[in-house]
């Protein structure tokens, strides 16, 4: 950071900067005194370093974000990515989601609309499910050996339904749709969510997908790259996931915690 000049005085306020990439949070960066969070002094930074601020300009800039999380396709796309990633034994069994970063990767600052999750019981998730609904999702959850149709069918037709119903709602101010899953099964049949995607987009909404990198159905990730805005999960990999200790009878694994999640580079459509 910034330090004081060799007499002693102030650390040097550095100049705006006004150098956005595409696809980049709309505004201009600049260093202010003080913490990021608090606003004001913060005895967790030392005195006089500076802390990158985002000014977002313009009341377009930051549209409501319309959060839908479809979970079994995250979670099980991460069991096999952990699979590579993790030197932990058993890794696929044992990483879970950190339910919290991956909600403020999804959000990236913005006020939510609305923010539903799909799911499934066993009972014993209870408490995965209250820490989303504490965060301020609705969690719809079905149990899979009463379901008599595929087991994405019913939460994937859930979410597809709140979607445009959000959208014919909201139809007058319109705002971010941001999905987080890698399935475009049905396009081909004008079913699933990149139709739903497409619609949205026709009447005014703006896209945005969260889903791991090569688990994300082809066509639609390159719709999405052309009209809206991919988000690679895989980038934020150790922030939105983290590994559990070892269960009794298995291997050895001494978990990890999640990494801080940094959303300095995170785009924003």
Same mark, same amino acid.
């Not at 956005?20 to 606003?39: A, D, K, N």
């Not at 149990?143 to 979607?163: A, F, T």
């Not at 999405?224 to 009878?249: C, K, M, W």
């Given at each position: 950071?910034?330090? #004081?000049s ?5 650390? @040097? ?6 150098? *956005?990439?595409? #696809?980049?949070?709309? #505004? ?5 005194? +003080?913490?990021?969070?608090? +606003?004001?002094?913060?005895?967790? /930074? ?65 006020d939510? +609309? ?11 998730l @209870?408490?995965?499910?209250?820490? !989303?609904?504490?965060?301020?999702? *609705? ?13 994405? %069918? ?6 597809? &339904?709140?979607?445009? !119903?959000? +959208? ?24 699933? $969510?990149?139709?739903? !995607?497409? &619609? !949205? /987009?026709?009447?005014?909404? *703006?896209?945005?997908?969260?889903s ?5 159905? &082809?066509?639609? @990730? %390159? ?6 805005? $991919? ?6 990999y /150790?922030?939105?996931t983290?590994?559990?200790?070892s ?23």
């Amino acid at each position: 950071m910034t330090s #004081g000049s060799a007499t002693g005085g102030a650390p @040097r306020r550095p100049q705006h900067k006004n150098n *956005r990439r595409p #696809g980049q949070l709309p #505004g201009r960066l600049f260093f202010s005194p +003080g913490c990021c969070l608090h +606003g004001e002094k913060c005895y967790n /930074h030392p005195e006089g370093e500076w802390i990158l601020r985002i000014v977002i300009e313009g009341a377009d800039a930051m549209r409501n974000a319309f959060i839908y999380w479809d979970n079994s396709n995250i979670f099980i796309e991460a069991q096999r990515l952990a699979e590579q990633m993790e030197s932990s034994p058993n890794a696929r069994q044992l990483v879970r989601i950190q339910f919290e970063n991956l909600y403020e990767l999804a959000r990236a600052g913005r006020d939510v +609309g609305n923010a539903v999750v799909a799911g499934s019981v066993p009972p014993e998730l @209870r408490n995965l499910w209250n820490r !989303l609904e504490n965060l301020g999702f *609705r969690v719809i959850l079905y149990d899979r050996e009463l379901s008599s149709r595929g087991e994405q %069918e019913v939460p994937d037709n859930y979410l597809q &339904k709140q979607m445009l !119903l959000d +959208g014919i709602s909201n139809i007058d101010s319109p705002g971010t749709i941001v999905l987080l899953t890698g399935d475009g099964a049905g396009y081909e049949i004008g079913n699933g $969510f990149h139709v739903v !995607l497409e &619609k !949205l /987009h026709a009447i005014g909404w *703006r896209v945005e997908v969260l889903s791991w990198r090569n688990s994300c159905r &082809k066509d639609m @990730r %390159e719709w999405v790259e052309e009209n809206g805005l $991919f988000i690679a999960l895989d980038d934020y990999y /150790h922030a939105i996931t983290f590994v559990e200790q070892s269960r009794p009878g298995l291997e050895i694994s001494h978990g990890r915690y999640q990494s801080e999640l940094d959303l300095s580079d995170r785009p924003i459509s």
